[in-house]
């Protein structure tokens, strides 16, 4: 059975930092590449960072390069986004999926997502 919940989201002030946290079924996470999307109101959904199997390769976007860390424990089943210095620009709804470690495309993602986590950036 397909398991993806995400959690840690909430309010911040602009400047600060939050850390996610998504939860999936083994028989997704032990083979595949992971990533976190996110989609901000009136856009379409956009892949920040994605991750290999083992950890030992990492990919972000421009847009959060430098302040955002990806990681994962695959003895729980679990990926994590740590976020730092976050901007207004950074509210969106948050989600983790399958993904290709260099590719920006959401299509590597699989038909099932989970309720997401909202990430409000404001003062």
């Known amino acids: 059975q397909v398991q993806l919940v995400e959690s840690g989201g909430g309010l911040v002030q602009p400047g600060g930092s939050l850390r996610l946290s998504c939860a999936a079924s083994?028989?997704?996470?032990?083979?595949?590449?992971m990533g976190w999307y996110r989609q901000a109101p009136g856009k379409e959904r956009e892949l920040v960072s994605t991750?290999?199997?083992?950890?030992?390769?990492?990919n972000y976007a421009d847009s959060v390069k430098g302040r955002f860390t990806i990681s994962r424990d695959n003895a729980k089943n679990t990926l994590y986004l740590q976020m730092n210095s976050l901007k207004p620009e950074d509210t969106a709804d948050y989600y983790c999926?399958?993904?290709?470690?260099?590719?920006?495309?959401?299509?590597?993602?699989?038909?099932?997502w989970g309720k997401g986590t909202l990430v409000t950036v404001s003062s």
């Open positions: 999926n399958t993904a290709q470690i260099y590719s920006r495309d959401t299509r590597h993602a699989m038909n099932y």
């Open positions: 083994e028989s997704i996470f032990s083979i595949n590449t």
């Open positions: 991750i290999t199997t083992t950890g030992e390769s990492t």
